[in-house]
C-alpha cells in the first residue's frame, strides 16, 4: 500500500490509497473462497459448486465486495499508519477494481485538529465579595408577598397601582389590527384583560392612560409602537384602543407576619427569613461561580490558537441558531422580527459555535492529559436528575438517550463539568469588591 496525505482545509485531509495488484489479488482470492462456501446453485449440494462456476455466476457481485473490502481494510490500515484522529469521513471516490490490477481510491476526512496545549493551572479569575444583605432579603419577601396579593373589587376611580379589567380592540392606521397583524390576536383584540395601572405593564402608554377610570367607563387609548416592536407590521406605528373598563381592583398585600410565612410552608417569619437567605445566597454563590467559570474559559481560550473542523462548527452553529429561535419566539419575537435580524443572529451563532467547539477541543484534551473521567455512578446520577425533570421513569429515558446518541453528549457535558472543577480548583482567583466586574456573568 501506498498512502499520501494531503492538507486541503482546516482539519481536512486527502487520503490517496494506491493498492498494488498482488494485494488486491488476495482480497479477490478471500472473496470468491467465501463465495464459493456459501454458494447454493442447481445441480451442486451447497458449498460444493465448482469456483469457476461461482465466479463467473457471481462475478459483479465479487467485484463489488472486494472493492468494499479493500477500502475498508485499507482505510483502516492508512489511518493507524499516519496516526490520524478522524472525525468523520467526508466523501470516498473509487477508482476501478479488477483482479490482477492496481487500485487507487481517495478518501475526504476531517480529523482533530492538532495543537500543543496552554498553560491551564493558575488561570487568573476575578470573584467579588458579595454577601446576602437584610435589603436583600426585604426584597424577596416583597415578592413573596406580591405572590400572595389578594385583588378585590373596589367602587372608586382606579388609582397607579390598581388592577383594571378591560375589554379593547385595536386599530392602526383606520384599519384593524386584526387585518394587519392575524398572528397577534392578542394585540387586536381581547375580553376580560388584567391591566395592572404600573408604567410600562402592557403596551407603551397604555396602563398610564387609564388613571381614574371607573368601571363602566369607555376610553380611547393612543399607543405608539416603537420602531424596533416585536410585531413587524406595527412597528413605529401609532394604533388607537377603544377600552371599556368592566372592573377596577385593588392590590392587597399580606401582612408580614408568622401566618403569611405558614402560607409558604415555614413555621414562623423569622424562619422564612433563614430559608430566604439561604436561598439567596445559593443564588448567589452560583452566581459567582458561573462568573469564575466564564472568566477562565476565556482566558483559556485567548491562550491558543488553531483551526477547527467545520463540519462541526456548522452544526454547533445551528443548534445555537435553533435555540435563539426557539427562546425569542416563547418570549413572544415575531418571525417577523426575527427574520429582520437574521444576519446578527447567524454572525452571534456563529461566534459563539466557534468558541464552543474550540473549547470543547481543549477540555477533551486536559481531560486526557489529567486523567479526569466520568463515573458509571456520575453518569447514572446524572441520567436520573434528567429523567425526574423529564418527568419520567429513568429506564425510558436512558433507553431514549441510548438510541438517540444522547448519553455521550450527556457524559461528555459531565467531562467537561469535572474539568471546569479541576481548572477553578487550581485557578489563581483574585476577590474584588461587589460591583468590580462589569459582567459577571458574562
Known amino acids: 500500500m501506498n498512502l499520501t496525505v494531503q492538507d486541503i482545509g482546516p482539519c481536512k485531509k486527502l487520503l490517496t490509497f494506491e493498492i498494488e495488484a498482488e494485494a488486491v489479488n488476495k482480497v479477490f482470492d478471500e ?34 465486495e472486494a472493492k468494499q473490502k479493500i477500502i475498508a481494510d485499507y482505510y483502516k490500515a492508512g489511518v493507524k499508519e499516519k496516526n490520524l484522529e478522524v472525525l468523520r469521513v467526508l466523501n470516498v471516490e473509487e477508482g476501478p477494481c479488477s483482479k490482477g490490477q492496481s487500485m487507487q481510491f481517495t478518501v475526504t476526512v476531517e480529523t482533530k485538529p492538532d495543537f500543543e496545549l496552554p498553560e491551564y493551572r493558575a488561570l ?57 397583524a392575524p398572528a397577534s390576536r392578542s394585540l387586536a383584540q381581547r375580553t376580560g ?34 420602531p424596533q416592536f416585536h410585531v413587524a407590521p406595527l412597528a413605529g406605528k401609532k394604533a388607537v384602543y377603544e377600552v371599556e373598563v368592566t372592573e377596577v381592583r385593588e392590590r392587597v398585600l399580606p401582612p408580614l407576619d408568622d401566618e403569611f410565612a405558614r402560607s409558604w410552608d415555614a413555621e414562623s417569619l423569622e424562619k422564612l427569613r433563614e430559608g430566604v437567605r439561604a436561598d439567596l445566597q445559593n443564588e448567589l454563590n452560583q452566581k459567582v ?17 488553531f483551526e477547527l ?72 446520577a446524572r441520567v436520573a436528575t434528567l429523567a425526574r425533570a423529564a418527568d419520567k421513569p429513568v429506564q425510558q429515558f436512558l ?26 480548583e487550581h485557578a489563581r482567583i483574585e476577590d474584588v469588591p461587589p460591583g468590580t466586574l462589569q459582567q459577571p456573568d458574562a
Do not use: M
Request: hydrophobic share 35%; glycine share 6%; with cysteine.
Open 31 to 64: 472473496v470468491e473462497h467465501q463465495f464459493q462456501k456459501e454458494a447454493r446453485l442447481p445441480g451442486f449440494r451447497p458449498g460444493k459448486a465448482p469456483r469457476d462456476l461461482v465466479i463467473r455466476r457471481f462475478s459483479r457481485e465479487i467485484g463489488e
Open 124 to 180: 487568573p479569575a476575578k470573584r467579588e465579595l458579595r454577601v446576602v444583605t437584610e435589603q436583600d432579603i426585604d426584597g424577596a419577601l416583597e415578592v413573596l408577598r406580591q405572590q400572595r396579593a389578594q385583588f378585590p373589587v373596589v367602587d372608586r376611580p382606579a388609582a397607579q397601582g390598581d388592577v383594571v379589567v378591560v375589554n379593547y380592540t385595536g386599530s392602526c392606521e383606520g384599519r384593524p389590527i386584526s387585518e394587519l
Open 193 to 226: 384583560y388584567w391591566v395592572e395601572l404600573t408604567p410600562g405593564s402592557f403596551l407603551p402608554g397604555f396602563a398610564e392612560q387609564l388613571i381614574g377610570v371607573k368601571a363602566g367607563d369607555k376610553r380611547s387609548v393612543t399607543v405608539e409602537f416603537p
Open 289 to 305: 461561580k458561573r462568573s469564575i467559570r466564564n472568566q477562565l474559559v476565556r482566558a483559556l481560550l485567548d491562550r491558543v490558537s
Open 309 to 380: 473542523p467545520e463540519s462541526l462548527v456548522q452544526e454547533e452553529t445551528r443548534a445555537v441558531v435553533y435555540d435563539i429561535v426557539s427562546d425569542s419566539q416563547q418570549l413572544g419575537v415575531s418571525k417577523e422580527t426575527l427574520e429582520r435580524q437574521k444576519d446578527e443572529i447567524y454572525a452571534y451563532a456563529t461566534r459563539s459555535a466557534r468558541e464552543r467547539v474550540k473549547a470543547a477541543f481543549l477540555f477533551n484534551k486536559i481531560a486526557e492529559r489529567e486523567g479526569i473521567r466520568v463515573s458509571p455512578e456520575a453518569l447514572q
Open 399 to 424: 433507553k431514549e438517550l441510548q438510541e438517540s446518541g444522547g448519553l455521550e453528549r450527556v457524559a461528555e457535558e459531565l467531562l467537561h463539568q469535572q474539568v471546569l472543577d479541576f481548572l477553578q
